[in-house]
């Protein structure tokens, strides 16, 4: 199969979880064991592979031309596979130029900055790609469903006005990925959507496999019991923060192999929409590199002159 048909089949693969506009988007309309219609992990993993190579090859672009950035944000509930697609999906990434960022629980020098601030700092520069596992929308997600977390944000009276500081953040978020956009650095957003049997299924797995424990957190199961209200709390920031140049990836993730091909499809529906070419080498920059060639070509024949007289002598 060729890269371009590949490449077409992967984006319609992805196109019915892209979410641009969510005034009417609903969680539950998306099946969390859904498979695109491949009935084979096998076929998966192989399609997987394919992407991946792909990938590598528009990296090798995006770095050369030196004009956009590339920014994906992970989010999910506990178990979700976060880790697992960043590993999987960036592997044959060239390490110099991508980097991956986690956030969990703001510093004190964090939380006396606002609450951009923190990722802001690790936006990826210019020919890079950036990986959040976890963002700025925490702040629209845990705080939301854990609104005590405010009263540690040092916020002024207006800044904690009820449930309009929810909206407010909303429109401060569209505002920088508005701004990002314009500036150069391309945001595609990922909400892994697992269902609460199968974070069951996969908190037990952890706890029954001596290589996984390290991973379980008391922690996980006591935001599990918050469930519905994060369930919530992600619909509304879907709803909010969905736009074409910032969209969000509802992604099934009862499967980890589909949650992971489905992932790079929409990296690579993004970053293929940036028309990344290599730099073309024209003018007097062309003319210096023929200079340079022949200079190069002179340099092999001056050693074999030097050789052949040797010889002679």
């Known amino acids: 199969m060729s890269k371009s048909k590949s490449q077409r089949e992967l984006e319609q693969l992805v196109e019915p979880f892209r979410v641009t506009n969510g005034k009417k988007f609903r969680l539950a309309d998306v099946k969390t064991d859904d498979t695109g219609g491949i009935d084979s992990k096998d076929e998966g993993k192989e399609r997987l592979a394919q992407s991946v190579d792909r990938l590598c090859d528009l990296q090798k672009k995006l770095y050369a031309q030196n004009q956009w950035s590339l920014l994906a944000i992970f989010q999910g509930m506990d178990a979700a596979g976060k880790d697992g697609a960043i590993a999987h999906v960036m592997s044959g990434i060239n390490p110099e130029g991508c980097e991956v960022h986690s956030f969990k629980a703001p510093s004190v020098e964090e939380l006396d900055h606002d609450f951009l601030w923190r990722t802001s700092v690790r936006l990826p520069a210019r020919g890079r790609i950036g990986i959040f596992n976890r963002s700025y929308y925490e702040e629209v997600l845990v705080v939301r469903v854990h609104p005590e977390i405010l009263a540690g944000q040092k916020l002024p009276p207006r800044g904690k006005n ?112 940036l028309g990344l070419e290599y730099p073309k080498i024209e003018g007097a920059a062309q003319r210096e590199l023929a200079r340079v060639r022949r200079g190069l070509l002179g340099e092999k024949a001056a050693r074999r002159r030097v050789t052949a007289s040797r010889r002679g002598a």
């Open 162 to 273: 009820g449930d309009s500081i929810w909206k407010e953040r909303f429109e401060s978020i569209n505002a920088l990925e508005r701004h990002l956009e314009r500036n150069g650095t391309a945001v595609v957003k990922f909400f892994l959507h697992l269902s609460k049997k199968e974070q069951k299924a996969r908190f037990l797995e952890r706890l029954e496999e001596p290589d996984r424990r390290w991973k379980f957190s008391m922690g996980d199961v006591e935001e599990r019991g918050h469930w519905s209200e994060y369930m919530a709390a992600y619909e509304d920031m879907i709803r909010h923060t969905s736009s074409e140049h910032a969209p969000w990836y509802v992604i099934p993730a009862d499967n980890k192999w589909f949650a992971r091909l489905a992932v790079s499809g929409g990296i690579l529906e993004r970053i293929r929409g």
